[in-house]
T-cell receptor, first 112, second 113 residues
Framework: AQSVAQPEDQVNVAEGNPLTVKCTYS??????LFWYVQYPNRGLQFLLK??????LVKGSYGFEAEFNKSQTSFHLKKPSALVSDSALYFC??????????FGTGTRLQVFP | GAGVSQSPSNKVTEKGKDVELRCDPI?????LYWYRQSLGQGLEFLIY????????KSGLPSDRFSAERTGGSVSTLTIQRTQQEDSAVYLC???????????FGSGTRLTVV
């Protein structure tokens, strides 16, 4: 079955430190993987996607994610967190350009 | 328009009434999706339209929920005999299948009182 897991409900990090938001997916064909961010009272904004090619994907606002097939993971990373990065982050998976299946979301809190 | 447009942005309705939520996708996008986000929850898939194919309705929670997409463009999500548990933000997204770019609207916040 298609699914994606975000094991952490919340991630806390100090400003300036590196951050990681974890995501793992179920194995079923070739996954297309996405990260979205949701700021308070706003819609979902696209950050980055992995479709094929280079396993390291760079996206908006300095975020990047690495597709790891052996670990079935697609963790979101940023070398230096900003307070303004505080938001709700969603990982999503799609197979064969079908519907997006979302994880439950991880709330990132960056402290000054 | 440049983005996905949803209306109304907010809707308060009495329990038992019917509501219609509208989504205007990006022009030329062949796929359209409806999701529901309850307070503090993730995004729950509801329904998916792709071109002229039969829609994927596998996420609709009950037969009170239905959706149409007219002319391959505008979509309407209808909830009949609303219940308090229907209160949520309903999000619409559209995409071009070829570039896997899903764009979301700002959503309709539905409150059933």
């Amino acid at each position: 079955a298609q699914s994606v897991a975000q094991p952490e409900d919340q991630v806390n990090v100090a400003e300036g430190n590196p951050l990681t938001v974890k995501c793992t997916y179920s194995v079923s064909g070739n996954p297309y993987l996405f990260w979205y961010v949701q700021y308070p009272n706003r819609g979902l904004q696209f950050l980055l996607k992995y479709i094929t090619g280079d396993n390291l994907v760079k996206g908006s606002y300095g975020f990047e994610a690495e597709f790891n097939k052996s670990q079935t993971s697609f963790h979101l990373k940023k070398p230096s967190a900003l307070v303004s990065d505080s938001a709700l982050y969603f990982c999503a998976v799609s197979y064969n350009t079908d519907k997006l299946i979302f994880g439950t979301g991880t709330r990132l809190q960056v402290f000054p | 328009g440049a983005g996905v447009s949803q209306s109304p942005s907010n809707k308060v309705t009495e329990k038992g009434k019917d509501v219609e939520l509208r989504c205007d996708p990006i022009s030329g996008h062949t796929a359209l999706y409806w999701y529901r986000q309850s307070l503090g929850q993730g995004l729950e898939f509801l329904i998916y339209f792709q071109g002229n194919s039969a829609p994927d309705k596998s996420g609709l929670p009950s037969d009170r929920f239905s959706a149409e997409r007219t002319g391959g463009s505008v979509s309407t999500l209808t909830i009949q005999r609303t219940q308090q548990e229907d209160s949520a933000v309903y999000l619409c997204a559209s995409s071009m299948r070829e570039n896997y770019g899903y764009t979301f609207g700002s959503g309709t916040r539905l409150t059933v009182v």
